[in-house]
């Protein structure tokens, strides 16, 4: 393992609630190219504090997560067409002390729509309005899906992501059916208050024929095992996590590694 040095290049991530999921998956890829280089996770207790830590102190790369992903927009100089078209960020990167904005969750649900070959025409419900949830709305629109629901307590960021997609809102996701159900809020998430309840109740999930969860950890989610154990076509937030942090590595790096390698990394990821 390369030891700690002061030629060392940083990366980190920004999170309410960190994982090992970008540690990981990043050191992983950095030992088997031979890069000088180490990322850690933070939980900042100021944001704007913790940008400009990332400014001043040269780090090269910023993940940003949850609930980070919209707060952070104001305070980089560059926005990057992946992240103003959906005022969403999740990855800064620093090029001499000047900070450009991107979001590769979209490419990656993007891609997973794809893999999937989820049918346009179906109906889908997606629970949540945050920065995700921004990404998520897009790439199914983009993907031509229109029969789409968001279900959102805060109205005004629920209508408002509704409006800017043409899709419909709604409240509350409780009782309501969709082919697709997808969950993109920290429900199920592990280390929060409802980190054993499912986001969508045994009723919809056995209406739904797909069940993507966007929660990364655990892998296993509450909602992930319901869908499993009643036959469903399954999309993880491990998936998601991995093909995003992929293309956030290429960007910090410049380095694309080889699906070899990507795959050794998601399976060190995982293996936590």
């Not at 199920?188 to 045994?202: I, R, V």
């Not at 942090?245 to 080889?258: D, H, K, N, S, W």
């Amino acid at each position: 393992m390369t030891m700690l040095n002061k030629d060392m290049t940083l990366c980190i991530s920004l999170s309410a609630r960190p994982s090992n999921n970008g540690t990981r998956f990043h050191n992983f890829l950095y030992e088997e190219l031979g890069l000088n280089w180490i990322y850690k996770a933070f939980a900042p207790t100021d944001l704007g504090q913790a940008i400009a830590g990332v400014r001043g102190l040269g780090i090269r790369g910023c993940a940003v997560s949850m609930p980070y992903k919209e707060d952070v927009i104001a305070l980089v100089d560059r926005m990057d067409a992946s992240a103003a078209a959906i005022d969403s960020v999740n990855t800064v990167v620093n090029d001499d002390g000047v900070l450009t904005a991107y979001n590769t969750d979209y490419s990656a649900i993007a891609q997973l729509i794809e893999r999937n070959a989820l049918d346009p025409k179906s109906s889908v419900l997606l629970r949540g309005s945050g920065g995700m949830a921004k990404a998520t709305a897009a790439a199914f629109r983009d993907a031509g899906f229109s029969a789409v629901t968001i279900a959102a307590r805060n109205e005004e960021r629920g209508r408002a992501l509704a409006d800017l997609y043409d899709f419909a809102w709604i409240p509350d996701a409780d009782g309501v059916a969709a082919d697709v159900i997808v969950n993109i809020t920290p429900i199920g998430m592990a280390g929060g208050a409802e980190a054993q309840s499912l986001s969508f109740d045994q009723e919809q999930i056995a209406a739904a024929s797909v069940v993507f969860d966007v929660v990364a950890l655990p892998a296993e989610t509450p909602l992930v095992q319901a869908a499993r154990a009643a036959g469903k076509t399954v999309i993880t937030g491990a998936e998601v996590a991995t093909l995003q942090a992929l293309e956030q590595f290429v960007l910090y790096t410049g380095i694309r590694p080889t699906s070899e390698q990507v795959r050794a990394a998601e399976e060190f990821m995982r293996a936590q």
